[in-house]
């Protein structure tokens, strides 16, 4: 072996820079779920809590092409229930609290939904702008 203490150095470099998010981010603060302020008057969203948390983003564009591409207008979800397919009808109508409900988990999670590009946001209705 003619070039080991180079190729030992490389590996060990290789294996600072691989591993270097798992120690630097060692006995920092985990992740905090944001404060949701969930609707009064209902119980249950169209589907499960922890389905609605990680597909919701799914399932609204599989609405939009379904209302838009298709024409279709209702839902059924896996309860059996159906629903019409709008944001602002059927969403909203339970999430009234764009600020406390949207934007908290977006923010924290650093995403910028387009959705408001197009809908109109439930605080913008109520002082009807």
């Known amino acids: 072996m003619y070039d080991s203490g180079k190729i030992l150095t ?7 820079l691989i591993t270097f998010p798992f120690w ?9 779920p ?8 209902s119980q249950q969203c169209i589907e499960p809590t922890q389905w609605m948390r990680t597909n919701h983003m ?3 564009n599989t609405w ?19 629903m019409e397919i709008s944001l602002q009808k059927t969403c909203m109508d339970c999430h009234t609290d764009k600020v406390n409900f949207c934007d908290e988990c977006h923010n924290k999670a650093a995403v910028s939904p387009y959705c408001w590009d197009c809908h109109i946001a439930p605080e913008e209705v109520a002082n009807g702008q």
């Open 58 to 60: 799914e399932l609204l």
């Open 34 to 41: 944001p404060d949701l302020v969930l609707p009064e008057d």
């Open 10 to 16: 490389g590996l060990i470099i290789f294996l600072l």
């Open 24 to 32: 630097y981010n060692l006995g920092q603060a985990s992740y905090e």
């Open 64 to 82: 939009r092409d379904m209302s838009v591409r298709e024409g279709l207008t209702t839902f059924v979800s896996t309860s059996g229930e159906s």
